[in-house]
């Protein structure tokens, strides 16, 4: 049936289906990113505790860099599949708690956005000021970790020079490149003994399957 065959009444039912299914994609695609960022907020809460703990046993027990060695060993053997545990990143995890020691201060930024990033915040940042103002401008413009890299290069903070403070508790677009980043952040699959391709494979034979089923009913 071409268009121009399509009756009136048609055309204002295909219309508001249209409308209807953007709709639902929309919200399909809002719902992603919200999953997501709870799980990237449990991990980057997981990782300052594990951070904090390690600080904590440095200042009372004198633990050094060959104990924090043999944690991450002894964490690799209890979690084979996961590489989040690694002698490095537990490094990273105790920068993380030693800058940010009342976590709750920053965690509706910092929390929202990938591990990655913090990374990059830490090692490009000396205050946490200016790391808080970075983190709210990645989720208020959805920018990916090589986008935020360019304007931590280009010191847009000092060419912007806006306060720090008064921040607000925004999601990021879905439609954005921190939303795709985050979807796919392989510390996220890590974090839930996921690996990323063999998630993806089993989520398309799933959905293939069903596709499958729903047409045979169809005839």
Sequence with gaps: M??????????????????????????????????????????????????????????????????????????????????????RNLKYMVHFAREYPDFLIGQQVVAQIPWGHNILLLQKLETVDERLWYANKTIENGWSRNVLLHWLDSGLHKRQGKAVNNFQATLPSPQSDLAHQTLKDPYCFDFLALREKFDEKELENGLLEHIQKFLLELG
């Design 2 to 87: 071409t268009q121009s065959t399509i009756e009136p009444s048609q055309s204002v039912v295909l219309r508001e289906y249209k409308t209807f299914l953007k709709d639902i994609k929309e919200r399909i695609l809002s719902s992603q990113v919200k999953a997501a960022i709870a799980v990237n907020r449990e991990l980057i809460t997981l990782y300052w505790e594990v951070g904090i703990s390690v600080c904590q046993k440095q200042k009372s027990e004198g633990w050094g860099a060959k104990t924090i060695e043999k944690l991450a060993q002894d964490l690799k053997s209890a979690f084979p599949n996961m590489k989040g545990f690694s002698h």
